[in-house]
């Protein structure tokens, strides 16, 4: 079992920057991918960005340039820096990890990003 508590969301200004961060606790030994994803009211959750174990990174073409997705295993902690922020990234922003072998996937309970323009 994996558990993840995201902070670091609220409200911000259209241009301004935010900065999630999720902290994985439990088995954490047997994450291999983790990565945050974003979901409307009414609307599928969607991929913002992910990164592996190995450091490689994946972005949804709408926040390329302008999101970063860094992990620190140090402290099994991973971050979404957001710059350049629009109203049209207000969200529920949630941190998820994909375990080795089995692909099972937790997820974090959520933090509101609200971008005003």
């Known amino acids: 079992q994996v558990q993840l508590v995201e902070s670091g969301g609220g409200l911000v200004q259209a241009g301004g920057s935010l900065r999630l961060s999720c902290a994985a606790s439990?088995?954490?030994?047997?994450?291999?991918?983790m990565g945050w994803y974003r979901q409307a009211p009414g609307k599928q959750r969607e991929l913002v960005a992910t990164?592996?174990?190995?450091?490689?990174?994946n972005y949804a073409d709408s926040v390329k340039g302008r999101f970063t997705i860094s992990r620190d295993t140090a402290k099994n902690t991973v971050y979404l820096q957001m710059n350049s922020l629009k109203a049209e990234d207000t969200d529920v922003y949630y941190c998820?990890?994909?375990?080795?072998?089995?692909?099972?996937?937790?997820w974090g309970q959520g933090t509101q990003v609200t971008v005003s323009s």
């Open positions: 998820n990890a994909v375990q080795f072998n089995t692909n099972n996937r937790y």
């Open positions: 990164i592996t174990s190995t450091g490689r990174t």
């Open positions: 439990g088995s954490i030994f047997s994450i291999n991918a």
